[in-house]
């Protein structure tokens, strides 16, 4: 079965730093997304891309975050300069519509950002 | 911003009882959907739901939309220690195109 999958699933920066989060999205999806979870807290949206550009971003996703498809399979996050509240999970996901029409998400497993 | 409500926080019971947990929010959503997530995982999609009323089963979980969209509840049945997990639902606004995640219920089914 299809899925999305993220690396590396655990980074430890300090911060200041600059970090890249790695994901590849399912296949035959057109919509790519970026969320957070800070540990116990909700699942929060930072940012959708489709067709080469972000088309949705979140009050979190400032100037110091950025994505970007590289190529035909790649999707990634950069945070510049780390900051400690960066520490969180990272979800990758994707759909094969638009999010806001159906809602339905695939997840990667995650990447785990510890910043010191 | 429309915020959805999800009760009981939190939920430990024992293998083989019924439990029901709610999502409730003041808006009306165009679709609701309902989210499974373990320790250290992504969410796992588990429905959505589109149409006021709408009843779904899924082997032991038993998902209903309200009538007016605003609110769904998630019913398991012969819970199982497999059910472990934080069940999430995420609604997209039917007015602005939105779409947040509650915060979760987080259910322990203790063998």
């Known amino acids: 079965e299809p899925e999305v999958t993220q690396t590396p699933s655990h980074q430890v920066t300090q911060m200041g730093q600059e970090v890249i989060l790695r994901c590849v999205p399912i296949?035959?999806?057109?919509?790519f997304y970026w969320y957070r979870q800070i540990l116990g807290q909700k699942v929060e949206f930072l940012v959708s891309f489709y067709n080469n550009e972000i088309s949705e971003k979140s009050e979190i996703f400032d100037d110091q975050f950025s994505v970007e498809r590289p190529d035909g399979s790649n999707f990634t996050l950069k945070i510049r300069s780390t900051k400690l509240e960066d520490s969180a999970m990272y979800f990758c996901?994707?759909?094969?519509?638009?999010?806001?029409?159906?809602?339905?998400?695939?997840f990667g497993e995650g990447s785990r950002l510890t910043v010191l | 911003t429309q915020l959805l409500e999800q009760s009981p926080q939190f939920l430990s019971i024992q293998e083989g009882e019924n439990l029901t947990v709610y999502c409730n929010s003041s808006?009306?959503?165009?679709?609701l959907q309902w989210y499974r997530q373990e320790p250290g995982e992504g969410p796992v999609l588990l429905v959505t739901?589109?149409?006021?009323?709408e009843v779904k089963k899924l082997k032991r979980l038993t998902f209903q939309f309200g009538d007016a969209r605003k609110d769904s509840s998630l019913h398991i049945t012969a819970a199982q220690p497999g059910d472990t997990g934080l069940y999430l639902c995420a609604g997209v606004s039917y007015n602005n195109n939105d779409m947040r995640f509650g915060a979760g219920t987080r259910l322990t089914v203790k063998p």
């Open positions: 996901a994707s759909s094969r519509t638009d999010r806001r029409n159906t809602g339905e998400l695939f």
């Open positions: 808006s009306v959503f165009s679709s």
């Open positions: 296949s035959n999806h057109l919509y």
């Open positions: 739901v589109v149409t006021g009323g």
